[in-house]
């Protein structure tokens, strides 16, 4: 589904669009050229560490949780819109909502197929047990602590529902600074099983007639390599 604009993303991206305006541009071109009933749940951030800022235009997906380093919830940036593709552009708002941080912390963001992961007994992981898992860790071992619990929950089994996590340090810095935001990634070591990594994936597209002659193929392939930053060796 997301395929089609992620060009249209990382375009506007590139060109330091403000997020209300990618938001704006997304939601009309899955709402004009996208099938009857076809739209995204999203969640679209601009940090700002000079100015310790977060933009936040999330659209039907969990709440963002800034947390603390002792593991407080600072702040939460929940659902303020209709995913991307309901609304006309005449009724779409693409007003983002803004928050400052006066302490080092991190920006969580993650989907709703985290808590709604099942065990095999069929109950949600939910976000007690997320917050479980990172109240109590240093910030540089939370990512890793998570996606444990969340094997661990499954019992080995996949999830129900595609599971996105995404953990950005927000720290401290002078004005004179300018550090990029540092993103939280851990890569997968050879066939996870259980709780000791990741379960292993792969990439494939089901694509028709129409869309394989509407479609560059091999643009799509590469901005997934991109967008997991995957690079050729």
Not at 153 to 174: A, E, F, T, W
Request: proline share 6%.
């Amino acid at each position: 589904t997301v395929l089609p604009i992620m060009q249209i993303f990382y375009a506007m991206s590139d060109k330091g669009c403000p997020i209300e305006g990618i938001a704006d541009e997304l939601n009309w071109k899955i709402h004009a050229q996208m099938p009857t009933g076809c739209h995204i749940a999203a969640v679209l951030v601009s940090v700002d560490l000079r100015g310790r800022s977060i933009k936040v235009w999330n659209g039907g997906s969990p709440p963002s949780v800034f947390m603390g380093q002792r593991g407080e919830i600072l702040h939460q940036c929940e659902s303020r819109h209709l995913p991307l593709g309901i609304l006309s552009k005449e009724d779409f708002n693409g007003e983002a909502e803004v928050f400052q941080w006066e302490e080092p912390g991190q920006l969580i963001i993650y989907s709703d197929g985290l808590l709604e992961a099942e065990d095999p007994e069929g109950r949600a992981f939910g976000s007690e047990n997320m917050f479980q898992a990172l109240s109590h860790v240093q910030m540089k071992d939370r990512f890793s602590m998570l996606v444990k619990s969340v094997c661990r929950h499954l019992g080995g089994r996949p999830g129900q529902d595609d599971i996105s996590l995404l953990m950005i340090n927000c720290p401290l810095v002078r004005v004179s600074e300018r550090p990029r935001p540092e993103l939280v990634v851990e890569k997968a070591k050879g066939k996870a099983k259980g709780i000791e990594g990741f379960i292993e994936w792969r990439l494939s597209f089901n694509l028709g007639p129409e869309k394989i002659r509407s479609l560059n193929i091999l643009q799509l392939s590469l901005d997934w390599l991109h967008l997991m930053n995957i690079r050729r060796s």
